[in-house]
């Protein structure tokens, strides 16, 4: 008896999904067989198992590859393609819970081809914030945005505000990441707009929108930002807002390598409100921040002591981490402490490909000019000047050009 044959006279009550499955284990195909770029194994899974109807596009391919006639595969639907669409993204969701990132980027992007497929706005809405965020976690940064935008441009007016604001945050975050400043400033602007007067959104979007400003070298269109910050959480009188603001107006100054007498008032006024608030986060970015002050304040130990500190609040693959090591870097540097220099450097490069942060490369790169221009070795550092360059040119961070100019500029 033929494959085909023996399918035809299985009971009607299989599901889709069963046959399929029975087909796929009667050949001894895995289900790597079965997938294709677009259909994902994590997906195909969710068909075995009766979590997922799939579109007649796909049966047709399930059909070629098992060498079946598509009506071996069709049987009555038990659930309507809406249903069908909806466990995939409540499959997608539950992957979110569980930190099972990759599969939940595989199925929520399925999904998001599905619902787009058909138009479900509202579906298309609940799934935009969890997709931004594990493309986002799993590296897949520019995917994140794309889809994040496109998103936000079908979505007619009468979708769920939450689910809106979700995924303008969301999005505004990974533009961020690929250091397209203004647009996410725009996005987080217009959070702001549809806030419908909730000051903690509306609090939180000032700092995402400072910090855009900070990074475009834009300061004191940033430090009035986050003065508005400043009289919102005096509305607010939580401790959490309050360090926050403070590190960040310190940063303003912290950022052009000054250290005037109000930047140590708020430092102190920060270390005290993240205390208060019992947020370690927050007390770790005072304690760089103070680093930073004592380095530009040319006060070499105490700025090692808080550095070295700051480092032990944080994970060592971080971002964070590795822009405390710059600084670290820098201060060993000025003392000509080469070893213990060129070590930091080399970490920096290490953190860099382990999270893929090609910013990370470039501020390695840059370092490590200034470590041969301090050692007088000019050929060596222009190689390095190039480097640092051709990164920060690559990532769009004009800030940073603009500061290895400056720097390769006071050489001698």
Known sequence: MSVVEDVKIRPASLTVGDRI????????????????PGLPVSVIELIETNQCVPPDDWIRHFAHVLGVDMSALICPPKVSLRQAAQTL???????VIKGRHEDAAEILSQAYQFTRAYHWH????????????????TGQVSQAADFGLHILLSLPAHVDAKDRHHTLIRTG???YQMNHFAMAAVLYDQVISEAGGDERIVMKMLLNTGLCYLNMGQFHQAYQTFEQCWDIAKQLNESYWLAWTHIDLAACDLMQHQAKPRTRD???????????????????????????????????????????????????DSASYAFILDDLAELYIHRRYWRKAQKIIQRMVKISRFIHNERIKGLAHRRQMQWH??????????????????????????????QTLALWSQSP
């Open 266 to 316: 708020h430092l102190e006024k920060a270390e005290e409100f993240a205390l208060a608030a019992h947020d370690q986060a927050a007390y770790a970015a005072v304690i760089h921040d103070r680093g930073e002050y004592y380095l530009y304040q040319k006060q070499w130990k105490k700025a090692e002591t808080c550095l070295i500190d700051a480092l032990g609040y944080l994970r060592d």
């Open 89 to 95: 993204c409540e499959a997608g969701h539950d992957a």
């Open 21 to 36: 499955r029975n087909l796929r284990l009667m050949q001894g195909l895995s289900l790597e067989a079965l997938a294709t």
């Open 173 to 175: 975050n990974a533009l």
């Open 373 to 402: 221009l301090s050692r007088q070795q000019k050929d060596e550092a222009q190689e390095y000047f190039y480097r640092a360059l051709s990164v920060f040119n690559q990532i769009g961070h004009q800030l940073e050009v603009q």
């Open 122 to 137: 509202d579906l298309l809405a609940s799934i935009g914030p969890d997709l931004s965020q594990v493309l986002q976690l």
